[in-house]
């Protein structure tokens, strides 16, 4: 997606523009927003479009191979701009580039890439512009060196939502994933500085944060003493101001009493669990290396349930797994239609250079994939429509992020437990807490009439 932190300037000056392209994760958009910062820092002002643009930067993606080909698109795309305007500068970072194979394949094929940095470079990039912008050699940082990431600028693209990471990196290296080649081993954030920066979010009057990290369930395990993600999120749901306490990305294997009952007893804590599956079967579960079974996977389910009524829960699934057979594939439809999540977000394995999964045998064909995914998303359709079926004539808390995509005289927002709703009302609702009755249900969404602003 495109990325506009701060509203442009009109009319035609001698100020430098920048355009930015956010591919991936919610943590690639914290980067992005952090990049914002430091662009309009030293000097920059956000273009409208990358036509208008004096810098373009492109934040990118490495969990899955598409967005990977929308890079080499756009930076061929890009390469007709760079010839019509010479002093263009195109800078290239995130969790692709911070491979070092392809960040010497970029620098190979694109000539015309000025920039290519890591995601371990954020702390060194007005340096690396600075360079850029002099130099008409490519600079490459891609260094591993987890430079302190503590006080860097963020420009929030909200006003009332807020991300705000508490654990970078991962250690699980699930046979599959890439994630901890390019965002390096878990490092813990220290629990005063979270606190000290929900503490201003607050001030701010942001209304919403999401904690983030590649497995927020590891938190504080790095850290001396015993401060956990439970107490984490106990802290942080005693600070007044914040209404709404949301945390992603949970793993199955360290999701902990402690923390289901964080959920349950904190006011501001969202009734919410997203908790990545990947399969519903023993045997690509351990080829995986995921570190736990179906059966301990429902049983977490059963107990979030147990002390949290009304609770969602949402999933991630690979469809395709090298070595799935029929049998594999059929018990993971098994665990859906057992588990009823919310909604499960289905992708088809792309293999990663670098993980151990890419050199397995058996790598099954596209088709078969592509008719895998299709049969699962058939099943977990059906079922979340029935789960949003279940919410009409109920009365919800909505936070309002703005009006429709598809029709500006609605307004769109979000339940407690994640649900999207749609609505007539006033622009002016935007960023505000309202209640709406749920009158229809959909699969992807609801719609509902405004009952009243919450005051």
């Known amino acids: 997606m495109n990325s506009n932190c ?27 927003e952090i990049i914002c910062a430091i662009l309009e820092n030293i000097g920059y002002l956000t273009a409208k479009s990358a036509e208008e643009a004096d810098l373009i930067m492109v934040n990118t993606c490495a969990v899955r191979k598409k967005p990977e080909d929308k890079v080499a698109s756009l930076l061929g795309k890009y390469k007709i701009l760079k010839d019509e305007k010479p002093g263009l500068i195109i800078a290239v970072g995130g969790c692709m580039t911070q491979q070092e194979d392809t960040a010497a394949y970029l620098r190979k094929r694109f000539h015309h890439v000025n920039l290519i940095f890591g995601t371990h470079a954020l702390p060194r990039l007005p340096e690396l512009i600075l360079k ?31 991300w705000l990471p508490v654990i970078y990196g991962c250690n699980n290296y699930c046979s599959y994933c890439i994630v901890p080649f390019v965002r390096g081993r878990e ?87 997203h908790l990545p599956v990947q399969s519903g079967s023993n045997n690509i579960l351990k ?3 995921r570190r736990y079974t179906r059966e301990h996977y ?38 859906l239609k057992t588990a009823r999540f919310d909604n499960a977000f289905s992708f088809l394995y792309s293999p990663r250079s670098n993980t151990r999964a890419a050199a397995f045998a058996d790598q099954l064909s596209h088709a078969e994939k592509e008719e895998r995914l299709e049969r699962l998303n058939e099943v977990q359709h059906s079922i979340s429509i029935e789960v949003n079926q279940s919410l009409k004539n ?34 002016a609702l935007t960023g505000r807490l309202v209640m709406v009755k749920i009158t229809e249900a959909k699969t992807w969404h609801l719609t509902g009439e405004l009952e009243g602003e919450i005051s």
């Open 132 to 162: 850029a912008e002099s130099s008409n050699k490519t600079i490459v940082d891609i260094e591993e060196d987890y430079a302190d990431r503590e006080g860097l600028p963020v420009l929030h693209s909200s006003s009332f939502k807020a």
């Open 187 to 273: 490092r813990s954030r220290s629990y005063n500085s979270i606190i000290s920066e929900a503490k201003l979010l607050a001030e701010k009057g942001y209304l919403e944060i999401t904690l983030l990290g590649q497995n927020v369930n590891s938190y504080g395990n790095d850290l001396p003493g015993s401060c956990h993600f439970a107490d984490l999120l106990n802290g942080i749901d005693r600070i007044s101001g914040i209404k709404r306490i949301r945390f992603m990305t949970s793993h199955p294997k360290d999701l902990s009493l402690e923390l289901i009952q964080a959920v349950k007893e904190g006011d501001n804590v969202c009734e919410h669990f």
């Open 298 to 335: 429902l049983e977490l389910i059963n107990q979030i349930r147990e002390m949290i009524p009304g609770v969602s829960i949402t999933s991630d699934i690979i469809v395709g797994f090298p070595g799935e057979s029929e049998t594999d594939f059929r018990d993971t439809l098994d665990l």
């Open 6 to 32: 701060s509203k442009p300037l009109d009319g035609k000056d001698k100020n430098k523009y920048y355009y930015l392209v956010n591919l991936g994760c919610q943590m690639n958009e914290h980067d992005s």
């Open 394 to 427: 109920k009365v919800l808390e909505v936070l309002v992020e703005g009006p429709s995509k598809n029709n500006d005289s609605m307004q769109t927002g979000r339940t407690r437990t994640n649900k999207l709703v749609h609505f007539p009302g006033p622009s």
């Open 287 to 289: 080829i995986m290396n």
